[in-house]
């Protein structure tokens, strides 16, 4: 570590938290010692965390009293993560019908941080977050981000396509605090060509960080840019992949272009950082202090090994209690420790999450599934599930679920964002449909471009101009 991280580590950033009252390092201390602790002592802990967490939402949450009502069950019944069967999982419906009776009337509005995602499922889902449960969040964020070699006080690089996760225009206090403090270096790869491609590559050549953390689509074009083209090496400690399934390819190309090994991070936006990789790659890590994952098929456990809906009780989020979260995704708990001494224990995702790239017939750029699922489905009008299908370069079909067709004005909506991001060049058309089926996996995906490797690469020649 250079003298200038362990400046910002054991001085500047103790200083900043304490004058903002966070209490980030503190936890990651904690958690650095509880992940090689004692596995029941932590179980125990957890359970504890539980009913707390559970006779707080039936307190002051209107939507939990009347589901625990409903369940026929009181909170002091249920005394361990085996019990919260007793209740039924909570819906991304039940969430987007109910928001403001599930927030908690003991917490004040000003301390609650609303946030929506389009998620993995195409499917906007507004939610609240607590001031308070940022702080084990970011903490449990930095303890993966040390398993791949990064410190605090040490750069770090986001290759993302999720444009709500920029910033607008940057105050002179935000730049000075990034420089000094957070040393992020944010890459939008929304919108990826050649010459962003390059903009980028030279970008986090200078930056040089010592963590990457990306979605994979848009790292392995970045990576493949930078295999094509020369020029400096980028030469991280670790690369995190987050928010799609990580290929095999992926992870060979990114360790080979970087010279460094990747982990695998599954994550979410409504409950931060849920599982990571360690070093032997066996599988990811539970965040068990502050997260209880079920895997579950027709509402039932299924066995370890076996895929099965991820369910999540966030312990942590006490304005707005998540307990037995439908997610979206498919997932399977793992049996035994693993051999590098963690208690934590291991999932493991089959499916992921997945945002494919369509390809514009504008300029052949590739268009991230993120952005758009971003600026149709979380910035939208609320239509329910959607998909998007390209199957030639210049038309692009939304399938609707027959039940939820989307209204004039939302069609309008859905056909100005399309006609903005991809210059007018992109036809629509509407499949009302009566489901939108999952893929082999057991994955819904949101975005899906069917055209052939050879329609998708830049500056293929389909007899019209882009220029």
Not at 131 to 142: D, F, G, Q, S
Not at 296 to 306: A, I, K, M, T
């Amino acid at each position: 570590m250079s003298i200038r991280s362990r400046l910002i580590k054991g001085v500047l950033l103790p200083i900043d938290e304490w004058r903002e009252g966070r209490r980030i390092l503190p936890l990651l201390r904690r958690l650095e010692r509880s992940q090689y602790g004692d596995a029941s002592l932590m179980e125990r802990e957890r359970s504890l965390k539980l009913r707390r967490l559970l006779a707080h939402a039936y307190e002051n949450s209107r939507f939990y009293r009347e589901r625990f009502r409903e369940a026929g069950v009181h909170p002091e019944e249920i005394r361990d993560p085996s019990d919260l069967r007793r209740l039924p999982p909570l819906t991304k419906a039940d969430m987007k019908a109910h928001l403001e009776e599930m927030v908690a009337a003991n917490v004040p509005r000003g301390y609650l941080h609303r946030s929506a995602t389009g998620g993995s499922t195409g499917e906007h889902t507004p939610f609240y977050q607590d001031a308070e449960c940022l702080n084990p969040k970011i903490a449990l964020e930095y303890r993966f981000n040390r398993w791949a070699g990064w410190d605090v006080g040490e750069p770090i690089a986001f290759v993302w396509p999720a444009i709500q996760d920029f910033a607008g225009t940057l105050t002179l206090r935000t730049r000075l605090r990034n420089a000094l403090l957070d040393r992020r270096l944010m890459l939008y790869c929304g919108r990826l060509d050649e010459l962003t491609l390059a903009e980028h590559a030279r970008r986090l050549r200078d930056f040089a960080p010592t963590l990457i953390r990306a979605f994979p689509n848009p790292l392995w074009l970045l990576a493949q840019h930078l295999n094509e083209n020369g020029g400096a090496p980028v030469r991280p400690r670790g690369i995190i992949t987050v928010g799609e399934p990580l290929l095999d390819a992926q992870r060979a190309l990114f360790e080979e272009v970087f010279g460094c090994p990747v982990f695998n991070c599954y994550v979410s936006r409504e409950c931060g950082n849920i599982a990571g990789e360690c070093e032997m790659h066996r599988g990811l890590h539970l965040n068990a202090e502050s997260l209880i994952v079920e895997c579950l098929h027709n509402d039932r456990p299924v066995e370890p090994g076996e895929p099965g809906e991820v369910v999540i009780t966030d312990l942590e989020n006490r304005g707005m209690p998540l307990i037995r979260y439908r997610i979206g995704d498919i997932g399977s708990l793992m049996p035994g420790p693993c051999a590098c001494g963690r208690a934590l224990p291991l999932m493991s995702m089959q499916a992921g999450r997945i945002s494919d790239f369509l390809v514009s017939p504008h300029d052949r750029s590739y268009v991230s599934g993120a952005s758009l699922c971003h600026y149709l489905i979380a910035e939208g009008p609320g239509v329910g599930q959607v998909q998007l299908l390209q199957k030639s370069i210049d038309e692009l079909t939304i399938r609707i679920v027959r039940d939820r067709a989307a209204a004039t004005d939302e069609r309008h909506h859905f056909e100005a964002v399309i006609r903005e991001i991809f210059r007018g060049k992109m036809r629509v058309r509407y499949e009302v449909v009566e489901s939108i089926p999952r893929e082999p996996s057991g994955k819904y995906m949101f975005c899906k471009c069917l055209l052939n490797q050879e329609s998708r690469s830049p500056g293929a020649n389909d007899g019209e101009s882009t220029r």
